[in-house]
């Protein structure tokens, strides 16, 4: 960490967006992460997303359990909503704040920890319900925040700094999310903001629940060889069979693709996300086979990145509530609560 | 791309906009933190090792070191480093036992110095330590040459120049006052000396030939009406004053003539404002005594009546523009302006009439000696030039830059050894880190606008010609004004095998200079970077290729503000923030020089 907030001083060339906001006007407090922590650099991911996305830093609500990951909420849009919630249960807050207003766009940052030793069931449920935010797991291995003991996303084989070797089997938030059917499911590293930053931008556009598992070293526990979570490690033994490119609402698709090459999904905002297949007999809308290809290449000690399973037309927590369109603080008083009256012709109903 | 050399001693220098852009190549950044811990004394000593006048340069220095401050280019205006100069002077304790002094026995070897200006001063000031006899011939009574004739005591008060000589006399260098050279030949005929250094500046100002010029008196010359003005000869003028040209001459006319009874000054500029040759502080504070500067009036006459002048007579005229370029002009009407006296300061030359041609010092078609730019040796051997009478008039620090440069020629001459195996320069690092997140030097950047020095009241400062206008920076003001100086010496040393590629330097980086990316042909690296160039006079920095991917990492150093930051947050140490001394050979450096195959060529 540095001791130090970032300087107020800018680039005088950084270009604006549409609402007029630079890229540092995204920013939020110091972070007092481990220097080298590669959440600082998913942080930078999120401010890169945002900026480009030109989101008005007050339509952004974050959300946070506990550990070092959940810290990152501090770290970006200074002007949005949050909540720091108990640990493992920041699902369920997020939940219920999209459930108060769907056109927030709700960011969540969990941790291995966070979501899948003792928030596992909350990670579990908010992915059945389907609200529509993007939950990034900021993924090292470790609980870093303890000093170093390995978590429930080990590798087996993988070595602590101490030199002891996991030998429980990994949760793979992935391949839960393939399982209990998330429609937006990618994986992608810290070290590779070209992949994650599109990634983030697709999934908070996505309209449902966007799990992005971000591979991010814990440069203090699990950064060593041996260690199936460091930069090193993660750097080589990975591929990406679809990269992702974002094109935001009336833009025009510029570039040209051979045909078969690039797969078109037009989102319910009119954006559209560009999927690249760089494996061509990859595809990106199969459930079943994004899974087992998933797993087949764990077994050969690769991770899958970049998108791994889309389902745009998924129907949302809303859609299938029939819930209203305003949000809740902007309902008038007679909807929000019509009244005894009201309540007791309800309750008749039932008798 | 190819990896910087950062061996190479001009790397890091670069960085160092101001100490750059410094002919003497002053270590602004080091005398500005020592300001900043009180060490007045310190800093004085930091600057006089370049620049020996930190005095007078702290007052009427030429600055070129403030248009390259890298503050002006994130932010709007320059630190102001001059006035910092000043404070190191005007607070700083005794520090005479600290000076260097003329060793007990002497090298015997002899030199003479023409003209007791900066240059000639300057090659005293690094001699006379080393075993030198110095003898400087001066034809005023008082030494300084320009700085004493030229630049008017409400500037520049003789008790500084006073101050600043009498430590080069003090050491051991022989001032003969009155004794103007009439005949180089006559000097070195005798053989008394080892060497001549000629620093007798550019002494002629510049004339105006036009109708009625030589029918009045009340014409003057600038810089010699300047002389007669600061030794005495002249002590009034004309109610309404006329100044011709619009550099620093100009401005100190205009001023000398406020204070010696004008009641209307007008500086009378052939060009358009963009054009003029005088600084933009002087400008400023001609303007702040009500000085009126007209544009686009071209002379054309005196006009006399009865042997009195009257006033002249001037085109007005009108230019066309193309940016910044004058395209065409045509004359809209004459004017004619009234007034008692008229000032020329269109410029001054050099004039060598005492030099006989045939001494084997060869001259060119401007008649100006020929005078090799880095040994500042002329054609004839041991006869060195230096200051405007070398190169036609520049500025102070220039001549200063040009008397070490002198000096070393001096003294590798007398040894008879090579004029251009001139000892190489240097740059020492040494890391500023003191603990996990501590520096030793102040490392947060200070958003506070550039401090104002205050000034002599207009009413009380035209009292008498010798009231100094600026009044300095007082200590509590010092100490708000070095908080904006960026530390640019403070340097980003990268060591590309220790990197892990975390990008936690290119995220914390305020001002984006930072890019890890693909290896490749400059023009597609240089597009790639995070922000784009908007110098490309700015050092590029280039890492070998990173270990993990083979990227490299490169570094705009354009609008680095030494935050450390990038340091700070990287887990391995690949980047250390790591103080630079550029070494710059003075005069006896020799004997710190390494091997002979080291040895640069100048």
Not at chain 1, 271 to 292: E, I
Not at chain 1, 335 to 345: K, M, Q, T, V, Y
Not at chain 2, 427 to 437: C, P
């Amino acid at each position: 960490m540095s001791f130090m907030p970032k300087p107020k001083v800018a680039n005088p060339g950084l270009p604006v967006n549409a609402l007029g906001l630079n890229r540092r006007d995204y920013e939020g407090g110091m972070s007092t992460l481990c220097a080298g922590c590669g959440h600082d650099s998913v942080t930078a991911a999120i401010v890169q997303a945002c900026y480009e996305l030109a989101l008005p830093p007050q339509s952004v609500a974050k959300f946070s359990g506990i550990g070092c990951s959940s810290k990152t909420t501090a770290y970006f849009v200074a002007g949005a909503h949050g909540f720091n919630a108990v640990h493992g249960r920041m699902p369920s807050i997020a939940a219920g704040a999209h459930a108060a207003n769907r056109h927030l766009h709700c960011i969540g940052v969990s941790g291995d920890g966070d979501s899948l030793s003792i928030g596992l069931g909350q990670f579990a449920h908010a992915i059945r319900r389907n609200p529509d935010m993007l939950y990034l797991i900021e993924n090292n291995g470790v609980y870093g925040l303890t000093k170093g003991q390995f978590s429930a996303s080990a590798d087996v084989g993988s070595r602590s700094r101490k030199g002891d070797v996991n030998e429980q089997r990994p949760i793979d938030p992935v391949l839960l999310a393939l399982a209990l059917g998330a429609p937006f499911v990618a994986r992608s590293f810290s070290g590779d903001k070209e992949q994650l930053v599109p990634l983030i931008k697709a999934g908070l556009a996505c309209g449902g629940f966007a799990l992005i598992d971000v591979l991010s070293p814990c440069v203090t526990f699990n950064d060593h060889e041996g260690s199936t979570k460091s930069y090193a490690y993660v750097r080589e033994h990975r591929e990406a069979p679809v990269a992702v490119d974002y094109v935001a609402p009336r833009r025009e698709i510029e570039v040209r693709y051979a045909p078969g090459e690039v797969l078109p999904v037009t989102l319910h905002d009119g954006s559209n996300v560009l999927l690249r297949k760089l494996d061509p007999d990859y595809d990106p809308t199969d459930r079943a086979r994004a899974a087992a290809f998933v797993q087949e290449r764990a077994l050969a000690n690769e991770y899958v990145t970049g998108l791994i399973y889309m389902e745009p037309e998924r129907r949302d927590f809303h859609t299938r509530h029939r819930t209203a369109e305003e949000a809740l603080n902007a309902l008038p008083f007679e909807r929000l609560c019509p009244g005894a009256g009201r309540l007791a012709e309800i309750q008749r109903g039932f008798r | 791309m190819l990896p910087t050399d950062t061996q190479d001693p001009d790397h890091y220098h670069r960085v160092v906009d101001c100490q750059w852009a410094c002919p003497a190549h002053t270590d602004v950044p080091e005398y500005i933190r020592l300001i900043a811990l009180g060490r007045y004394g310190d800093a004085y000593l930091v600057n006089r090792q370049t620049n020996v006048f930190p005095g007078i340069l702290g007052r009427v220095c030429d600055r070129p070191c403030e248009p390259a401050c890298r503050r002006t280019r994130v932010e709007a205006r320059p630190v102001a480093i001059c006035r910092l100069k000043r404070v190191a002077a005007d607070l700083r304790e005794d520090i005479t036992a600290r000076l260097p002094r003329a060793p007990a026995r002497g090298n015997g070897k002899r030199v003479a110095c023409i003209g007791a200006g900066p240059a000639s001063l300057t090659v005293a000031n690094d001699l006379v330590p080393l075993g030198y006899s110095v003898v400087i011939f001066e034809q005023h009574a008082q030494a300084g040459g320009l700085m004493r004739t030229n630049i008017p005591s409400f500037r520049l008060p003789a008790a500084v120049l006073d101050e600043e000589i009498g430590y080069i006399t003090a050491m051991g260098a022989e001032l003969r006052l009155g004794t103007p050279i009439t005949s180089l030949a006559a000097l070195l005929e005798p053989g008394d000396f080892d060497a001549v250094f000629v620093g007798s500046g550019a002494p002629r100002g510049k004339e105006l030939r036009l109708p009625g010029r030589d029918d009045s008196d009340r014409i003057h010359i600038g810089i010699a009406w300047l002389e007669s003005v600061a030794f005495g000869h002249v002590t009034s003028i004309g109610e309404r004053v006329l100044i011709i040209g619009v550099g620093n001459t100009a401005m100190d006319c205009c001023r000398s003539s406020l204070r010696l009874g004008a009641k209307s000054v007008r500086v009378m500029a052939r060009k358009p404002r963009g054009f003029f040759k005088a600084s933009e502080w002087e400008l400023e504070d001609a303007e702040e005594e009500s000085v009126e500067i007209v544009v686009n009036h071209a002379p054309k006459a005196f006009v006399i009546r009865d042997g009195r002048l009257q006033g002249m007579r001037f085109d007005r005229l009108e230019y066309e523009m193309d940016g910044e370029r004058i395209t065409a002009q045509r004359i809209v009407e004459e004017v004619f302006v009234p007034c008692d006296d008229v000032i020329l300061a269109i410029g001054q030359e050099n004039a060598f009439p005492w030099i006989e041609r045939d001494l084997g010092i060869e001259f060119d078609a401007q008649d100006l000696p020929r005078v090799d730019p880095v040994t500042l040796a002329s054609t004839r051997r041991g006869v060195f030039f230096g200051g405007d009478a070398a190169f036609g008039p520049k500025n102070i620090i220039h001549a200063v830059a040009q008397g070490h440069e002198a000096a070393l020629s001096i003294d590798l001459h007398c040894r008879g050894e090579s004029l251009t195996e001139r000892p190489p320069r240097g740059v020492t690092l040494q890391s500023r880190r003191i603990g996990m997140h501590d520096w030793s030097y102040r490392n947060d950047y200070d958003a506070r606008e550039r401090r104002l020095v205050p000034h002599v009241s207009l009413r009380e400062r035209f009292a008498r010609l010798d009231v100094e206008v600026e009044l300095g920076f007082d200590a509590a003001r010092a100490a708000e004004e070095v908080r904006r100086c960026l530390n640019c010496d403070i340097q980003t040393v990268f060591d590309a095998p220790l990197c892990i590629e975390c990008d936690a330097c290119i995220d914390i980086c305020p001002t984006d200079c930072l890019t890890i990316t693909a290896d490749g042909e400059p023009a597609e690296v240089l597009a790639r970077l995070r922000a784009p160039r908007q110098h490309p006079e700015q050092p590029l920095y280039i890492s070998a290729a990173l270990r993990q991917s083979g990227r490299i990492m490169v570094k705009d150093e354009d609008l680095c503000v030494h935050c450390g930051l990038c340091a700070e947050r990287c887990p391995t140490n690949a980047w250390d923030m790591q103080k630079s001394w550029v070494h710059i050979p003075q005069a006896g450096d020799e004997a710190r020089c390494q091997s002979e195959p080291q040895r640069r060529r100048a």
